[in-house]
């Protein structure tokens, strides 16, 4: 096997790996940080201060997630014996690697900064298993996922702990139509 697809693999096991630890420290924090009792829902959207940060680490998660089905194929493909150029899909594994861990690492810097402004908690870093005002989208994805697709699209979004609706277009708050 190829030694890019080897590092995946040990990639891709060990993120498994983390998502149990996270899952398991998520039901340690369920018991020790119980939910806030308070509710922001029906406080009036704010713009979201650092929406460029946030739409960054959206773009990052979203690379990271292509990435992640490119590398897929590539392992597919070059089992199956598809692609005869091996060299040149070699070329291309690396480099989607390299994107996938960059992009990833960003994410990650990204989200363990960016918190809401009204409860403090980390919006694109889940804690708690049913967060009381994760959002569903449409595609199927709820809590910080849907947080990330909907501020990846600059649409307005709310935090799923307290359920502050944040805008990602300050500029809709200034115009006529709103004021
Ligand atoms: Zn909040």
Not at 24 to 37: D, V
Not at 126 to 139: M, N, R
């Amino acid at each position: 096997m190829k030694d890019y697809l080897i590092a995946f693999v040990i990639t891709f096991l060990g993120s498994m790996a983390a998502a149990w630890l996270s899952a398991a420290l998520a039901r340690w924090a369920n018991k020790r940080f119980p939910l806030l009792a308070q509710s922001c829902s029906s406080d009036p959207a704010q713009a979201f201060p650092k929406a460029w940060c946030l739409r960054t680490a959206a773009w990052g998660i979203f690379l990271a997630w292509g990435c992640i089905v490119a590398l897929v194929s590539f392992l597919i493909l070059a089992s199956v014996g598809v692609v005869s150029n091996s060299h040149f899909l070699d070329s291309l594994g690396i480099a989607t690697f390299a994107i996938f861990l960059s992009t990833s690492a960003l994410s990650i810097t990204i989200a363990s900064i960016i918190r809401c402004t009204k409860c403090k908690r980390h919006l694109l870093s889940q804690w708690t298993e049913h967060p009381p005002f994760a959002e569903k989208t449409k595609l199927g994805v709820d809590a910080w996922a849907a947080i990330v697709l909907r501020a990846g699209m600059n649409q307005n979004f709310q935090c799923m702990y307290c359920g502050q609706h944040f805008l990602m277009k300050p500029e809709v708050l200034q115009s006529p139509a709103n004021a």
